[in-house]
């Protein structure tokens, strides 16, 4: 069931340990096929160096395994939760890396300093609170699903637009149309997240980048009459 698609799940946790994205078993990559609504991810703590694409396990929207011998990962319940209302969405990232969890645990939006950060993400990659006592209560893994949509809507962000997002205290999550893009969109996050804070460290006044540079960096290699790279081939 779905072998193509667990393939591509597992070369992308595979891709997070490449990227230095993961330690120890601190992440994990699912994706969804939008025919059957079926989801591939990852077996809960299983090491990187061990897993094949016979681990990978096939839960519905209901978080039910459909296939697969293992648990799957822990974190399942929030990524069914932004593929239920993120439809165009097709894989999800989550990692402790370094770089990004810093901000997320010192709260803080990534502000966009260069153009590097605006290559693919049109706004701050933003931070969102703190969970409630009550919603680490009463469903942990839901209610951060819930909490990433939230400060999508109430920031009137585009999710496609800033394919990312940071947990007050936990870490980033970031998202594509495939895996492929999904794990690009975590590396680029990681790097932009060191660059930030660097740059305020250098530059304790520095302010974010023009928004002309902004949306003209953004525009050409995501806007409608887009001109970057070759054809097919957006990140490169």
């Known amino acids: 069931m779905l072998e193509k698609l667990k393939q591509e799940v597992l070369d992308a946790n595979l891709a997070l340990v490449d990227h230095n994205l993961i330690k120890f078993t601190w992440g994990n990559v699912s994706a969804i096929d939008r025919e059957s609504n079926l989801i591939v991810i990852k077996p809960s703590g299983v090491e990187y160096s061990k897993l094949t694409v016979d681990d990978m396990v096939v839960v519905n ?3 039910e395994t459909v296939e697969g011998k293992m648990n799957p990962s822990s974190d399942t319940k929030t990524h069914i939760e932004l593929y239920k209302h993120f439809k165009d ?9 370094k770089w990004a969890t810093i901000w997320a645990q010192s709260t ?13 993400f049109y706004t701050e990659i933003p931070c969102a609170r703190f969970l409630t006592k009550n919603e680490v209560d009463e469903d942990y893994e839901r209610a951060t699903g819930s909490l990433i949509i939230e400060t999508f809507r109430s920031r009137n962000l585009d999710e496609m637009a800033t394919p990312g997002i940071l947990l007050s205290g936990h870490g980033p999550f970031a998202w594509g149309k495939d895996s492929t893009q999904a794990v690009y969109n975590a590396v680029v996050l990681e790097e932009v997240a060191q660059m930030a804070l660097f740059t305020e460290q250098l530059n304790t006044e520095v302010k974010p980048l023009m928004q002309t540079v902004l949306d003209k960096h953004y525009l050409r290699k995501h806007g409608k009459d887009a001109y970057y790279g070759q054809k097919g081939n957006e990140n490169e």
């Open 89 to 97: 969405i097709g894989s999800i990232v989550h990692t402790h890396s």
């Open 61 to 63: 929207l209901d978080g």
């Open 108 to 120: 803080r939006d990534i502000p966009a300093y260069g153009t590097t950060h605006a290559d693919t």
